[in-house]
């Protein structure tokens, strides 16, 4: 009995070194950090021994194989190691290809660090169990890999705060596990894929603030757990397609700040689940859809710097709720319906239009 058991202990023993940490894994994670200093709070000084499974900070492993799973490294967290040391963090250098050689890898984060530069390595690719793919807030230039759709099992793609330029590659659509896509406040141009609604899975899109050009792809409306879709501060143009307005689950729809032009779908503002809609600064023209009643309900509602014109829908009073509401620098005319819903206004949600009349403007009617 006790023979076997110390046996047992043994085999245990042997077993867990066998598998923990191959050297390949960790010389590749050796080359990844030699790639990148982080001057202040000396984090990866925690990567040294042989098992690179066991205390190195952000790397966790798979139990069962014993090969590296997972990369997060978050420069802003709750980690108290940052609170302790009263700052966030900060690293310089780049994201090594040798990463590639981790091929169990599901999770690559590296975030909020500030200083790194360089591409994401395109062999990443290649990575084909990868997850969640995070590299937010730092400098990386350059462009998304052309072939990012092979990323079957990719559910996260968020490089959002960088500087990265050039088109959103057309196989970004055949990202089929894709759930959230941020590409937030880069420098990519060109169009949207026009086949975008094929990733059924993505609850946010966020494209904001890129130099994007052309319409929005009317396959949007397909997405249908699309929950958030952020597009402004771009140079998109052409009509809002009006199926936008029968999305189920759509509640926060920015499109403030591009070209964009034609009329305001009713169905959009008479959808009550949107609640969020921001349309400034574009060029819409014609009126305000006549379509609120006793289910809309808006947080916000920003219409302002366009050049809409007629009067404000008396159904407008009956709206549930109207958290915010801004038509601002339009071509409105007649008397601002009065209402509970927006008692609060102030007189700058309604100023620089033709010829607007009634509280809480100064003109009366
Ligand atoms: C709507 O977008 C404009 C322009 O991008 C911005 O200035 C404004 O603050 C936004 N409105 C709301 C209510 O957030």
Redesign the pocket.
């Known amino acids: 009995m006790g023979v076997l058991f110390i046996s047992l202990l043994i085999i245990l023993a042997v077993a867990s070194t066998v598998n923990s940490c191959p050297p390949s894994d960790r010389s590749a994670l050796m080359d990844f950090k030699a790639s990148l200093t982080e001057p202040y709070l000396g984090l990866l000084n925690s990567w040294t021994g042989s098992d690179c499974c066991k205390n190195w900070y952000g790397i966790s492993c798979d139990p069962t194989t014993g090969r590296v799973a997972d990369i997060s490294l978050r420069g802003e967290s709750e980690d108290p190691i940052f609170e302790k040391a009263g700052r966030t963090g900060f690293m310089t250098g780049s994201i090594s290809p040798s990463i590639c050689a981790l091929d169990r890898l599901t999770t690559l984060i590296v975030a909020d660090w500030k200083g790194i530069t360089g591409e994401i390595p395109k062999c990443i690719t290649s990575l084909s169990n990868l997850r969640i793919l995070d590299v937010i807030g730092n400098k990386i230039s350059g462009r998304l890999p052309a072939d990012i759709g092979r990323l079957s099992r990719l559910t996260v793609l968020n490089v959002a705060d960088n500087v990265i330029s050039g088109p959103i590659p057309t196989s970004i659509v055949n990202l089929q596990s894709l759930m959230h896509l941020d590409l937030s406040n880069n420098k990519l141009s060109g169009e949207i894929p026009a086949d975008l609604g094929k990733l059924t899975m993505m609850s946010r899109a966020l494209l904001s603030r890129n130099q994007l050009t052309g319409s929005i792809p009317t396959s949007i409306a397909n997405i249908y757990r699309l929950a958030d879709l952020d597009l ?2 771009n140079q998109i143009s052409g009509p809002i397609p009006a199926q936008l307005g029968s999305m189920r689950v759509l509640s926060t729809l920015k499109l ?2 591009n070209q964009i032009s034609g009329q305001i779908p009713g169905s959009l503002l008479g959808n009550g689940g949107l609640s969020i809609i ?1 349309l ?2 574009n060029s819409l023209e014609g009126y305000i859809p006549d379509v609120f009643g006793p289910k809309s309900y808006f947080t ?1 509602l ?1 219409l302002s710097y366009n050049n809409l014109k007629g009067s404000i829908p008396k159904s407008v009073s009956s709206a549930k709720y109207m958290g ?1 509401m ?1 038509v601002s620098h339009n071509h409105l005319c007649g008397p601002i319906p009065a209402s509970s819903a927006f008692d609060h206004l102030e007189a700058s949600s309604f100023t620089a239009n033709d010829c607007l009349c009634g509280v809480p403007l100064l003109r009366t009617c």
Do not use: M, P
């Open positions: 402004s501060v403030d700040s921001n400034s600064r916000s920003d915010h801004d």
